[in-house]
């Protein structure tokens, strides 16, 4: 059975660095083909994809977003980490870590619950 | 404004069929079959409905479909039920910056 949870603070001061965690089970991100993305939606707006990372530890970025998000991975607990500088209001959103396998088209195929997250001083 | 474009809202009564279009470039939707889509129930995640175009995950019943020609791909629900009222994205890869894109979302009413 395929799970994710995300976890990290729900509120964040403008200009401060969010740190979110992706913990998943019932797959290896060091199986070859795996992948797991990070995506965000704020409230009443469309979803809005942020960062992949996939089984080889390649990385790729939202090119808006990119001077401003590292992903990270440690196949070892299970854990892809999503950090987000300098934030903003405007970041104010729930964000969410899908499973992303290369068989399947990259789709995202298993979502965690999703973490709202507010910016806010 | 999202990179895939998609009608706001559809509506339908139940038993009848709806289409929601998602019309991208030809550096995504038609360059590529990694077009798929999302049914997102309010408060609730996204959920995988169709992927590589036209296939059906496990477990999504075969009212769904998925087509593409072109630059637009589309979803068909047909025999609408009032669960199938939810918001739908689409999504595609694209080469024009090694990123995924989603569409703005299509409010499916069921009347």
């Known amino acids: 059975q395929v799970t994710l949870r995300e976890s990290g603070p729900a509120l964040v001061k403008p200009t401060q660095t969010l740190t979110l965690t992706c913990t998943f089970s019932?797959?290896?991100?060091?199986?070859?083909?795996?992948?797991v993305s990070w995506i965000r939606q704020p409230p009443g707006k469309a979803l809005e994809w942020l960062a992949l990372i996939d089984w080889d530890d390649d990385k790729y970025y939202s090119t808006s977003l990119k001077t401003r998000l590292t992903i990270s991975k440690d196949t070892s607990k299970n854990q892809v980490v999503l950090t987000m500088t300098n934030m903003d209001p405007v970041d104010t959103a729930t964000y969410y870590c899908?499973?992303?396998?290369?068989?399947?088209?990259?789709?995202?195929?298993?979502w965690g619950q999703g973490t709202l997250v507010t910016v806010s001083s | 404004q999202s990179a895939l474009t998609q009608p706001p809202s559809v509506s339908g009564s139940p038993g009848q069929s709806v289409t929601i279009s998602c019309t991208g470039t030809?550096?995504?939707?038609?360059?590529?079959?990694?077009v798929s889509w999302y049914q997102q129930p309010p408060g609730t995640a996204p959920k995988l409905m169709i992927y590589e175009v036209s296939n059906r995950p496990s477990g999504v019943p075969d009212r769904f479909s998925g087509s593409k020609s072109g630059n637009t791909a589309s979803l068909t629900i047909s025999g609408l039920q009032a669960e199938d009222e939810a918001d739908y994205y689409c999504s595609s890869y694209t080469s024009s910056s090694t990123s995924w894109v989603f569409g703005g979302g299509t409010k499916l009413t069921v009347l």
């Open positions: 030809s550096s995504d939707v038609g360059s590529y079959n990694r």
């Open positions: 019932g797959f290896s991100l060091s199986t070859s083909g795996m992948c």
């Open positions: 899908a499973r992303t396998p290369s068989l399947g088209g990259y789709s995202f195929d298993y």
